[in-house]
């Protein structure tokens, strides 16, 4: 990536005395410099600075969780298997590098517990859900079982079931509601704010990690006003991260740690 002369000025000038530094989370690891949600692009976000991973699971036939974004296996894969309907044998039986550079070729996916094996002393991982509740019970004993601490963890998903379920069986876990904030033909935000606002209490989520394009510094107070965290999700631009920064969010979730932490915080 490249940035003006002017750019580069206000990157190095723009005060942030005023403004608490965001965590830095790596979506599915670094995952412009490694394949998506694997073992090589986690630990390459550690060797890169982030402070956080994020990455994606799902629930497998015989109740294990592996870390994969869509609910198939085609797109990282090559082969179409539906992750619910496979074994964690046959999934690992997999190549899930072969899309990157040849050096990860052979690479397999990984269980959450491999996942969260990776995460440093004072780091944190933010599971994303993308299936059902169905998960929560298996997920509830990886979480239990790892080493890390609770602070550590913080599960997110777009999907209101799944808030509802942790915060009913661990509240003491962390938990945020992801929403993708758009805008329909008609100029309106959708959802609205207000039924942001509304849904974040219903759910009795900690809090709320959004879209950015459609992110103002109006709704990122109002959440933190009704005691809840908010961040941002996928910010690639230093620029704007600083905007956001200035904004008051509390994490910002990019594909490139590195840069991030090299060009945003000097």
Sequence with gaps: MKFSIVAVILILTISQAQAQEPLIVAHRGASKDAPENTLPAFNLAWQQGADAIEGDFHLTKDGHIVCIHDANTKKTAGVDLIVKDTTL????????????????????MP?????????????????????????????????????LKREQIVVISFKDEVIKAIEAL????????????????????????VSILTRLQTVQADGLSASFSHLTENLINSVKGEGCEC??????????????TEWGIQSITTNVPGYMRKHLFK
């Design 89 to 108: 044998e046959d999934l690992q039986k997999l190549d899930v590098g072969r899309s990157h550079e040849a050096k990860f070729k052979g690479t397999r």
């Design 111 to 147: 269980t959450l517990r491999d996942v969260m094996a990776t995460v440093p002393d004072g780091k944190k991982i933010y599971i994303e859900i993308k299936c059902g509740a169905s998960i929560v019970p298996a997920l509830l004993t990886e979480m239990k079982k790892s080493e």
């Design 170 to 193: 661990a509240p003491h876990y962390k938990t945020c509601l992801l929403v993708s904030i758009k805008m329909d033909e008609t100029g309106n935000l959708s959802p609205s704010f």
């Design 231 to 244: 961040h941002t999700w996928t910010v690639d631009d230093p620029i704007r991260a600083l905007r956001l």
